[in-house]
């Protein structure tokens, strides 16, 4: 019982840390992140990404999903993961597109921008060492949480929300922590999918959590991160 408040409490500590730490990390990596840029075709089948949020190269690969605006399964592995890990051993990010297997943070952006973009990398993540330095002082300014203890969902959870927004970022950072499997949903200034939240379900209000195995849909991190914790903490 004493090690799972002392889970929780350090969850809550990182939540607190990730709102300012959220903004810096904005700012170190110029906004990339938070619009859509050149898109190209549609994926045929779902990407799976395998990553945890405060790695810097993992951000890279976050920042050119949203640019290209595309969906992908998130399967968070937090330092000490048990779920997703022993199936993508370290390191990570890595990529499963069709069968095919992508690692190296790099290698990821220029596969996506090639197949679902124009070919042509983002600025801000064609600046070599620059950007591995600016998304690494990014990541420095979040939150490192171990994994937590869980019970999986049934079905993905969905979320829509950008890359750059503090209250998504909150809500990824739980999820992160407690290997939850979910769509990540990614909605850039300019992103269609906007449109069809509000068809769906009434009201184009960002970051929103939909919980299929619940028929629950929350927006704002601290509704969400209450559901969360409330359906699949332990």
Known sequence: ??????????????QGMTRLGSAVATAARFGLGGRVGVTGPRPTGELVLYEFEACPFCRKVREALVWLDLDVLMRPCP???TRFRPERVPPFPQLVDGGQLIRESSAIVQHLVDRYGDGEVPWALRLGPLTTLSSGLASLALPRVRALASAAPNQPLELFADETSAEAREIRQWLCAREIAYRWRTCGRGSAKMAELAERTGRAELPALLDPNHGVDVRGAGAAVAHLQRTYGR
Do not use: I, L
């Open 1 to 14: 019982m004493q090690a799972e408040e002392t889970g929780h409490d350090a969850t809550r500590e990182g």
């Open 79 to 81: 330092p000490g993961g």
